[in-house]
């Protein structure tokens, strides 16, 4: 069943929630119609559960970028090195699908914004503690809050992943990334 969410995920990544067709989830997944309803119930069931496995894989990346046994600095740097890397060339083309759900149902569907702010707040206070514990050592710059810190960084790379789109050079994007982190931090 896992292996049919993930193919499922990667369907909906790639053309978004509305325009994925049942037939397109049963190629995909390799499961007959009655097969697919049995295990997940209908679209919006094996959708949510499709988002539930991007987020899950997402917290798991960020746990291992800002380790909280590793020193914050270099796990914020990580952190927006992975979303860098993940916002080039054909992955950053191909976008996010947290960004992309936001776009075409939070504000329609109910339970897909709870998940999506869910893991907003979630990857904000995580984020935050990072910024914290560089506070402790001394690495935060003066009249820095980390939660404000922390907010900015998220919309950053949200909107990274936005103009990844478009293709920048991902030198660009880290020099841009880098920039920011170096106002917050000494």
């Keep these: 069943m896992e292996a049919a969410v993930e193919r499922a995920m990667n369907v909906f990544w790639s053309r978004g929630y509305h325009a994925t067709a049942l037939p397109d989830l049963l190629r995909a ?81 109910a339970e897909v914004g ?25 690495r935060l710059a003066d009249g820095v809050e980390p939660s404000s810190a922390a907010r900015i960084l998220i919309c950053f790379v949200w909107g990274l992943r936005v103009v990844a789109k478009t293709g920048p050079a991902r030198t660009t994007s880290q020099a841009t990334a880098d920039a920011l982190l170096d106002r917050f931090l000494r």
């Design 114 to 138: 709870r998940r999506i702010a869910s893991f907003f707040k979630t990857m904000e206070a995580r984020v935050a503690d990072a910024f914290s514990r560089a506070e402790a050592t001394g």
């Design 29 to 109: 997944t390799k499961l007959s119609r009655g097969s697919l309803y049995a295990a997940f119930g209908d679209k919006h069931s094996l959708f949510l559960r499709a988002l539930d496995r991007y987020i899950a894989d997402a917290l798991t990346r960020m746990d291992v970028e800002l380790d909280t046994q590793a020193d914050p600095v270099d796990g914020l740097r990580a952190y927006l090195a992975g979303y860098v890397e993940r916002s080039c060339g054909a992955n950053g083309r191909r976008g996010c699908l947290l960004v992309a759900t936001a776009m075409e149902l939070a504000g329609q569907d």
